[in-house]
């Protein structure tokens, strides 16, 4: 049986859904957007996520950043919507350009709770006035982190546009993940895709370049990566892959719903990062992927992880 605890991180309040019999669990502070702090399957914690309140204020890394509303780099900070300009804060210091919207500044509440025998879930609700000027489009977004006794772990965004007219969005997910101590020592498979070739400022040229290292399940050694790739595979579904010995961890998810996704090894290649996007870097200016959400609209995507040993 999934059972839960609540316990103080911080300012905040962690909430924890563990279930003894079987070691899974996950760990999610919802007041720092919604981010997760543990992933366990079979009692082996995969995510190298914040380890105590101090680098959860901090953010270092981004690491488990709920994306919105866009991933990666906007140029500039600058986007023009329906023919007025807006700028959002310059975050990203070395390449003079925003990062990865503002959710995970945000304080979500818990919506609901439910604990079972074979899974547990739990979600949480960001109400979002409209309040910034950068985004001044009023909307809710509910995160669900389901998991489940068969290594299944699901996350799962639902968007609701609460403007008066259509609104921009893009989301992406930024976990950190590993089998072992060293991200050299993983193997990496990764799906028929093309690496999206970007500028000195980490923002597309507009070129997009057939990549196939990793297509076969391939040693990761001192590869370094901070690329955004688009699926070019037939099936609906693909998968981004981390080995380490019989252990495997794969990220699912639907090409229309999330064709982008992002490897960054960082330096201190402690884990890899694999983050799956719904659309390119700085779509709100290239318009890759970019949503465009109708007033009173909503959108829902979902992908999963899967765990075996």
Request: aromatic letters at 14%; hydrophobic letters at 35%.
């Amino acid at each position: 049986m999934f059972e839960l605890s609540q316990t103080s991180f911080g300012r905040f309040r962690r909430y924890t859904v563990h279930n003894p019999a079987s070691g899974m669990g996950f760990s999610v502070v919802p007041e720092a957007g919604a981010n997760l702090l543990e992933l366990l399957f079979e009692g082996q914690n995969v995510l190298d996520g914040h380890k105590n309140p101090e680098e959860l204020e901090a953010g270092k890394w981004g690491k488990s950043a709920v994306l919105f509303p866009f991933p990666n780099r906007m140029r500039d900070g600058k986007y023009i919507w329906e023919g007025k300009t807006y700028e959002f804060p310059l975050n990203n210091a070395a390449t003079q350009n925003a990062i990865h919207g503002f959710a995970r500044h945000e304080a979500f509440q818990v919506t609901h709770i439910e604990l079972g025998t074979e899974f547990a879930e739990l979600s949480c609700k960001l109400d979002y006035p409209g309040h910034h000027a950068f985004y001044p489009f009023p909307c809710s977004l509910e995160i669900t982190f389901n998991i489940t006794n068969r290594s299944e772990f699901n996350l799962t965004f639902f968007l609701r546009n609460k403007h008066t007219g259509p609104i921009p969005a893009g989301f992406g997910w930024h976990p950190y993940f590993h089998l072992t101590e060293q991200a050299d020592n993983h193997r990496l498979q990764l799906p028929f895709s093309a690496q999206v070739d970007i500028d000195e400022r980490m923002l597309p040229t507009g070129t997009q370049t057939p990549y196939s290292v990793f297509e076969g399940e391939k040693q990761l050694g001192d590869t370094e990566l901070d690329n955004c790739f688009k699926v070019t595979g037939e099936h609906h579904l693909y998968h981004v892959s981390l080995f380490h010995g019989k252990k495997q961890l794969s990220l699912t998810a639907a090409t229309n719903l999330f064709p982008y996704f992002q490897v960054f090894t960082p330096p201190h290649r402690q884990s890899v990062a694999l983050e799956p996007m719904s659309c390119n870097v700085d779509a709100f200016n290239n318009g890759d992927g970019l949503l465009r959400i109708p007033a009173g609209g909503d959108w829902l995507g979902a992908f999963r992880l899967e765990y075996s040993a």
